[in-house]
């Protein structure tokens, strides 16, 4: 029995009509989905930032991965534009750039200037306009020209553009017989405008965002006496790697964010603008301790997590360079071999190369020639306990190699003598003896270590002191977050001593000075 011919054919339609709908959802979708940059990977745009400079970035509140600020709501922003996932990191400004080219970050938003220097090698998209001023303690006399400061130190944060425009003008005050401006340059932002509120620099060199947002915080205890020219000066980047293409969609979707009015809410938000400095520059002036303050960065969960990252560190890093010391120092203490020199060589390089440079050189040119060490397991945590477990074992090496060596040769013979194995004899006469001799000088090493591991906020280790500078750049509570920061080094430093009393105590009977005036 043959099918009505309408019942035929209306599955081809429904199909076809199906297909039609489908294809134009997806090309509406793709009409209203931009194109993505090359420089974002699995979904996610990877932004480095300085969190030290209020209100463009900066951390707003106890925890540290709580990153606010201007720069940080434009990089929200270009996520949601692109639709997809944002990882804000935090480091050292020192280590914007060079995690930019090892392609740790896509992007830089941190209050950079955009500077033909820095284009060389980036490519940059101007979003927020800025004028350079030099700024110094309220009360100060007005500056006419820059020839003024001819003599007098400023201070300048390091890795910044600054110190090389005041050198710059210094070559023009000595074609004309001036004193040279004293550049003074300290790792970050709040370091930098210490040094005028104490007095021991003149003035700072700054962008007038920052002095608008810090009024209220520095009880108007700052105010400009200079606005000079300096065209150059004038725009805020964002930094990519060099890509025609990804700046044109860059470009592109700062653009639709300033059409859409975004960027002008962001702008709002964060009182960016002259108007709003008038109203923070008579607030009550500062007590000399707020007790409150300190009492809560002791209690706080980001003190305490980041004295866990340091003590972590540190004991990882001491450990495992003890457990590569050890038989490093047997053959060092050995024959002269080929062996030996190589080992010579190796104490002799990561001892004399600076610990900073031998982190830096781990975190951002090892990926340059292994790209492996680009991908998200290689974390800043593990970099830092390579880093330190290897400068630390160059000296644990020679820590080792002097105990065994003082142990009396005597020893290993009445181990012989007792048909002990070579292992037992180690094991039961020659280590213990020397676990006593070298302890005190390894404990001094770990306290030391345990310092150093301060370095880490380089490659955004989030440690104690880390986070402590991450709050005062916030605050500008100096004394407050410093002396909480000193509570915690202090308790853990006496932690280890009381241990190291403990295992001196345990190993009394192999000090020999002790045997012989025990005896009978």
């Keep these: 029995m043959a099918r009505p011919a309408c019942r035929t054919h209306v599955w081809p339609m429904l199909w076809a009509a199906l297909l039609g709908l489908l294809l134009a959802m997806a090309g509406h979708a793709r009409a209203d989905s931009p194109d993505l940059p090359g420089f974002i990977h699995d979904g996610t745009l990877t932004v ?15 925890d540290a991965n709580a990153v606010d600020g201007l720069d940080m709501d434009i990089a929200h922003s270009l996520a949601a534009y692109w639709h997809v996932h944002i990882d804000i990191t935090t480091m050292e400004f020192s280590g914007l750039f060079p995690s ?48 003024d400061l001819s003599g007098r130190t400023v201070a300048v944060q390091a890795g910044t553009s600054y110190a090389a425009w005041l050198a710059r003008e210094n070559t023009s005050m000595a074609a004309h017989g001036r004193p040279p401006i ?32 810090r009024q209220k915080q520095l ?75 300190f009492f809560g960065a002791l209690t706080s969960t980001a003190f305490a997590r980041g004295a866990f990252i340091t003590l972590a560190i540190a004991v990882l890093s001491h450990l495992t360079a003890i457990v590569i010391s050890i038989p490093m120092a047997l053959a060092l203490n050995g024959r002269n071999t080929v062996l030996r020199l190589v080992l010579k060589g190796y104490v002799t390089l990561f001892r004399g190369a600076p610990t900073l440079l031998q982190l830096l050189f781990i975190w951002n040119a090892l990926p340059q020639f292994l790209p492996i060490f680009r991908e998200s397991w290689f974390t800043p945590f593990l970099a830092t306990w390579i880093a330190l477990s290897i400068n630390e074992s160059a000296y644990q090496v020679e820590i080792n190699r002097a105990a065994l060596a003082a142990v009396d040769k005597g020893q290993e013979l009445a181990g012989d003598a007792l048909a002990l194995s070579r292992r037992q004899v180690y094991r039961y006469v020659i280590f213990p003896q020397a676990l006593r001799i070298a302890l005190p000088p390894t404990m001094n090493a770990f306290i030391s270590l345990l310092k150093t591991t301060s370095l880490a906020s380089v490659i ?57 005036t025990n005896a009978p």
């Design 460 to 516: 955004s280790l989030q440690e104690l002191l880390a986070v402590t500078q991450i709050q005062v750049a916030r605050t500008f509570e100096f004394t407050e977050y410093y002396a909480a920061a000193l509570v915690y080094y202090l308790a853990m430093v006496f932690v280890f001593l009381f241990i190291q009393k403990c295992i001196e105590h345990r190993f009394a009977w192999a000090d020999p000075h002790r045997v012989t």
């Design 48 to 62: 480095c930032t300085n969190p030290t400079l209020p209100p463009m970035t900066f951390v707003n509140g106890t």
């Design 100 to 147: 930019l080219a090892a392609q740790r970050c896509a992007m830089v938003a941190s209050g950079l200037i955009r500077l033909p220097a820095r284009e060389e090698n980036f490519d940059a998209i101007t979003y927020q306009d800025t004028a350079l001023v030099i700024v110094a303690r309220a009360g100060t006399r007005p500056l006419t020209s820059m020839s």
């Design 219 to 293: 009880h108007g205890e700052i105010s400009t006496i200079l606005v000079p020219p300096s065209p150059e000066y004038g725009h805020f980047a964002l930094y990519i790697r060099k890509d025609a293409h990804d700046r044109a969609l860059l470009a592109q979707a700062v653009a639709s964010l300033e059409h859409n009015g975004q960027l002008a809410t962001i702008r709002q938000k964060w009182t960016i603008t002259p108007d709003h400095a008038g109203s923070l520059s008579h607030p009550d002036p500062a007590p000399l301790f707020r007790w409150g303050v």
């Design 182 to 213: 004293i550049i003074q340059q300290y790792p970050t932002e709040d370091q930098v405008v210490q040094q005028v509120l104490v007095g021991r620099a003149f003035a700072f060199a700054s962008q007038d965002v920052e002095l608008y947002y």
